[in-house]
């Protein structure tokens, strides 16, 4: 039989002392356990520089929502405008090319803001005995500067709104090569050579995107002392109307 060796206590002892400082050292050089980039959380610089960028897009939308609405807005007023504009314009063309100076029905006598113009009404009867009638109406169109309004009616019609948000609108004859702010046909035992129509809009206020309808009059600026005032700016729409019938030896309109 062969003889162990026998290792004495004090070999053991330096060989558990050597193992424990090698681990030791090795130990001491590596670095602690963290968590990983992507399991890491956002610094308070991250967070205040995300706010920022959600503030500013969410301003940058909501003023272009903004500048939609009104430009929206502005062309509905344009619409609005034209439209009534054109009826205007229709119900006058109507009017004078078959009016007359005057009779049972009424004179053609206007001022700077109401006109009334009488007109011929023809009606066709049908059947066996139909007959031709003539009769006659008188259409007024006169403006409402409490609100703003140019308004329209014929005969026994309650006046109607043609043209909403006006600031001024202003009436004038053309008879005899002059311009005047009024006429009477009674008076002058003629029609007018024309009817001239001048409109000016009610102005926004400054950052508003308002229609011009349904303007109220305290907060209109159309409150006026005399109906000849008028804005120091041109007319925003003006047209002149011919009236076919008229006796006029002036010339024609200049």
Known sequence: MGVRPVIGDGQCSEGAARKARDGWDKGATQKPPGRSPAARGFTLMELLVAIVLVVAIGAGAFSLFWQIAATRERLEQQLVRRSGTE??????????????????????????EKVDIPCRVVRLGFGRGAARAMSGQVLRIEFDAAVGEVLGSCGDESPSAMIRGVEQFRLRYYDRGNWSESFDAAAAGRLPSAVE?????????EGGTGTGRDVAPEASSIARDTAEEAPSRPADVQLVVAIPDSRDEGGGVE
Request: glycine share 14%; with cysteine; aromatic share 12%.
């Open 197 to 205: 129509v001048s409109l000016w809009w009610l102005e926004e206020e």
């Open 87 to 112: 009826a205007l314009t229709r119900e006058l063309e109507r009017a004078v090319a078959v009016c007359y100076a005057g009779g049972r029905e009424g004179v053609f006598v206007g001022g700077v």
